[in-house]
């Protein structure tokens, strides 16, 4: 099976890497195939080490992810994408997270062993009027919050959906996806797992207001029964602000607040009513960054708490991932973050940020993060480093991380 999996790999991780050569085009380079018709290779691969210490566990994981695919198209805006992935454990000391692996004892590092296909789409696209989109595909919405690709770990959460979005009734935008499979993190072997299906309903309206943009949005997931997920079922409606505001060259404000209430949808047995609350306020100036947040996943006392299943939950409380679902007593966070952009090295960006955890019923101390980042290029390579602490009080248990990635794609 691994030898298998080895070969499998390199079929597919060599398949979009001949193509440039074939048309003597530079690596990387649209090939013109006909009279308004291109084909564009994809390559993507990332070399990932992550180390985990927990009191009464560890890990260390490298593994070599990498997406490999073509998209032809035309200058009509229709195009046709599809896309490998494939990722290799070469340290596997960690707990991949699915079942019968043989390594449970580790701490969890959830990059399993994966070959899949990625994403396989149909797109018609016209500048300023609008899209559509048919298939399995990437779908990142705002922050992505609420629904996300998860770019963070090496295997992507994709979706088999039908997408929209209409932008030629300016400054009004309209977005609307109805997908019928949420395809996880957790690889070709997870079983139940590795995809659950439903209807999932995405819809946005925004609108331009000066420096300020306006978004209403609304995430109808109705999970189908029997799957890990049948009871996280739920309506939520909310809304979203952000603006930024020159105060002088190089020195602006930026804002940005969401309101949101969660309700239980379709076969959910529950019965619950949570809100979700969040603001930050960020300064930048001559490279240097500040921004004080706060975040807030509201539970009802009775073990219901607001929940973000479809999101890159990565990015939010905390790079540790302690908070990846929020706890039956809802979530607190209070943060502050710095940081810094250099002209060195294909330009550097060094980041921190600091979290304070508290639950949203009884305001009972969760605990306490540090994280830092360092991102930078070496030529074609892209290098990053980072680092998370949490600190454990009422919950959970101590844990430390660490990692480095090395990328490269065309």
Request: proline share 3%; net charge negative.
């Amino acid at each position: 099976m691994k030898k298998m999996k080895l070969n499998s790999y390199l079929l597919l991780s060599a398949t979009v890497l001949a193509a440039p050569s074939l048309a003597h085009a530079k690596t990387g380079d649209p090939v013109v195939v006909a009279e308004g018709i291109t084909l564009d290779p994809i390559f993507d691969a990332r070399l990932a080490y992550e180390h985990v210490d927990q009191p009464a566990t560890s890990a260390d994981s490298l593994t070599l992810r990498t997406r490999a695919g073509i998209e032809l198209a035309s200058d009509i805006g229709l195009s046709f994408l599809i896309e490998s992935e494939a990722t290799l454990g070469l340290v596997n000391d960690f707990n991949d997270t699915n079942i019968g692996n043989g390594i449970e004892p580790y701490s969890v590092v959830a990059d399993p062993e994966n070959i899949e296909l990625n994403r396989i789409q149909l797109k018609f696209a016209k500048k300023d009027k609008g899209s559509l989109t048919v298939g399995r595909q990437r779908i990142n919405i705002d922050d992505q919050r609420f629904v996300g690709s998860v770019g963070w770990r090496q295997n992507e959460q994709t979706f088999d959906a039908v997408s929209a979005s209409v932008t030629a009734l300016k400054p009004l935008t309209l977005e609307a996806t109805y997908a019928i499979s949420q395809r996880t993190i957790f690889g070709a072997d997870a079983g139940t797992r590795e995809a659950f299906d439903g209807d999932l309903i995405f819809l946005g309206a925004g609108v331009k207001a000066g420096p300020a943009n306006l978004k209403g949005f609304a995430y109808l997931l109705d999970f189908d029964a029997g799957q890990p997920v049948s009871l996280s079922s739920s309506a939520t409606y909310g809304a979203r602000a952000t603006a930024t505001f020159p105060v002088a060259e190089g020195f602006s404000i930026d804002l940005a607040g969401s309101y949101a209430v969660q309700k239980d949808y379709k076969a959910n047995p529950n019965n619950y009513s949570v809100d979700y609350i969040a603001g930050s306020v960020g300064t930048s100036f001559s490279g240097f960054g500040l921004t004080l947040g706060y975040e807030s996943l509201g539970a009802d006392g009775a073990g219901n708490s607001f929940q973000t299943p479809l999101a890159t939950l990565h990015k939010f409380n905390g790079w540790a991932d302690v908070f990846l679902n929020t706890p039956g007593a809802g979530l607190e966070d209070k943060y502050v973050s710095v940081s810094k952009k250099f002209k060195l090295l294909g330009g550097l960006a060094a980041s921190a940020a600091y979290h304070d955890f508290r639950s949203d019923v009884g305001s009972v101390k969760y605990g306490t993060e540090f994280d830092a980042a360092l991102n930078f290029n070496i030529d074609v390579i892209s290098v990053g480093l980072k680092y998370a602490n949490y600190n454990a009080k009422n919950l959970a248990v101590d844990t430390e991380k660490f990692w480095l990635r090395l990328g490269y794609s065309f």
